[in-house]
């Protein structure tokens, strides 16, 4: 089994749907983030969490919510999906910032 | 904030000839790490190499090799003896103390 796993792998949903997009970890990582993916510009943070009493928001944050269910489990929602939120997105986690991430296999988001 | 630039969008490279990959970050932090990442076509993100800021010694993993000067902001990867299988997008990452900031990525094409 992965280490981080995400579900679903691709989706394609409605404009103005609730999503919710999940990650799990096996690693014990405290620290875990949610990153998207756009063409030309990389991968920018949405939210990160170092435990589950501790959310941040990221440089890209509006429009999207988190919940940290257990230091295991950290869950992207789309409150309202809109079609500029289609992107690639990726979970990812790590023990310590002077180490790389472990990243999840991402999940492709289309809003129609 | 920091800031990470890849001012190449794309690269291309003739099998098992060489070609460096340019990266250069804003900081006014002075300790911190970075990486370099392969993301094939399996979307996968895979961690290529990782350099202490506070080590002089430039970082080598196998045929991939990076050039750091700490004073010119710059971490360029070198890829020697390229293969068929280097060809991805690469992104260069900086961590300073929270989240990881990313590139916007360059495309490394191999020709056969």
């Known amino acids: 089994d992965a280490d981080v796993t995400q579900t679903p792998r691709n989706r394609i949903t409605k404009t103005g749907k609730r999503i919710m997009l999940e990650c799990s970890q096996t690693k014990g990582h405290d620290r875990m983030y949610w990153y998207r993916q756009d063409p030309g510009l990389g991968l920018r943070l949405i939210y990160y969490s170092f435990d589950v009493k501790d959310i941040n928001k990221g440089e890209i944050s509006d429009g999207y919510s988190v919940s940290r269910q257990a230091q295991a489990k950290f869950s992207l929602s789309l409150e309202s999906a809109i079609p500029n939120q289609t992107a690639l997105y990726f979970c990812?986690?790590?023990?310590?910032?002077?180490?790389?991430?472990?990243f999840g296999s991402g999940t492709r988001l289309t809003v129609v | 904030a920091q800031t990470v630039t890849q001012s190449q969008p794309e690269m291309s490279v003739q099998e098992a000839e060489t070609v460096t990959l340019s990266c250069t970050y804003d900081?006014?932090?002075?300790?911190?790490?970075l990486f370099w990442y392969k993301q094939p076509p399996s979307r996968q993100m895979i961690l290529v190499i990782r350099?202490?800021?506070?080590?002089?010694q430039n970082a080598t993993e196998n045929r991939f090799s990076v050039n750091f000067q700490k004073a010119a902001k710059s971490f360029s990867l070198k890829i020697s003896d390229s293969q068929l299988g280097d060809a991805a997008m690469y992104f260069c990452?900086?961590?300073?103390?929270?989240?990881?900031?990313f590139g916007a990525g360059t495309r490394l094409t191999v020709k056969p």
């Open positions: 990452a900086y961590r300073g103390n929270n989240d990881m900031r």
């Open positions: 990812a986690t790590s023990v310590d910032r002077g180490y790389g991430y472990t």
């Open positions: 350099q202490e800021a506070y080590k002089q």
């Open positions: 900081t006014s932090e002075s300790d911190y790490y």
